[in-house]
């Protein structure tokens, strides 16, 4: 089955910089790749997700890159403020209404 | 509905008793999912239906744990002889057939003393 991985496991910023966390899937018929923000104590969100015929994606000062060769997806979020410190997680999954196979999570501290 | 809702929201139990965890997907969304978060923890899958088709249950951690759905919407989620292990999130999430994102409950937050 699939196998996401997830790094770093926690990542602390200043408010203002930017912060990238990095994920790797090993099943090579995986096409989408969502992100979640969990705020603590609160439900997992989507933020952002890509799908395997697209490379990068934005939506405002979140992105995702995508590179299908090496099996590997990013997160980037630019500007950073307080309100993004939360738990990060990726996913991956094979199709349309598919589980999601969740790696282990990056805990980010946005810092004044 | 406008969201998922997933019920109680919190529940005590003794170790050796029976837990049902229920989930009210969002209304027209044929895919349910169940997932488990212990404290700190990333998410662990348990259980998937899709519409008509056979649930995949191969996340399911031991026996004691069975879940169904009925008429394709409400799903119940239960725990046989609840072990202190057991303790956790519980999280259910529906998704459209067409749309490749997941919407997630509130969660249930189960504790076994």
């Known amino acids: 089955g699939e196998n996401v991985e997830q790094h770093p496991s926690t990542l602390s910023v200043q408010e203002g910089d930017s912060a990238v966390i990095k994920c790797t899937y090993s099943d090579s018929a995986s096409n989408y790749f969502p992100w979640y923000k969990q705020e603590l104590g609160k439900r997992p969100q989507l933020i952002i997700d890509?799908?395997?015929?697209?490379g990068e994606k934005k939506d405002q000062r979140i992105a995702v890159t995508l590179n299908k060769t090496a099996k590997h997806f990013s997160l980037h979020i630019t500007e950073t403020q307080p309100e993004d410190s939360a738990v990060y997680f990726c996913?991956?999954?094979?199709?349309?209404?598919?589980?999601?196979?969740f790696g282990t999570g990056t805990r980010l501290q946005v810092t004044l | 509905g406008a969201g998922v809702s997933q019920s109680p929201s919190n529940k005590v139990t003794e170790k050796g008793k029976d837990v049902e965890l229920r989930c009210d997907p969002i209304s027209g969304h044929t895919a349910l999912y169940w997932y488990r978060q212990s404290l700190g923890q990333g998410l662990e899958f348990l259980i998937y239906f899709q519409g008509n088709s056979a649930p995949d249950k191969s996340g399911l951690p031991s026996d004691r744990f069975s879940a169904e759905r009925t008429g394709g919407s409400v799903s119940t989620l239960t725990i046989q002889r609840t072990q202190q292990e057991d303790s956790a999130v519980y999280l259910c999430?529906?998704?459209?057939?067409?749309?490749?994102?997941?919407?997630f409950g509130s969660g249930t937050r189960l504790t076994v003393v």
């Open positions: 996913a991956a999954s094979t199709g349309t209404a598919s589980k999601l196979t």
């Open positions: 999430a529906s998704s459209l057939v067409q749309n490749y994102g997941y919407t």
């Open positions: 890509i799908r395997s015929n697209v």
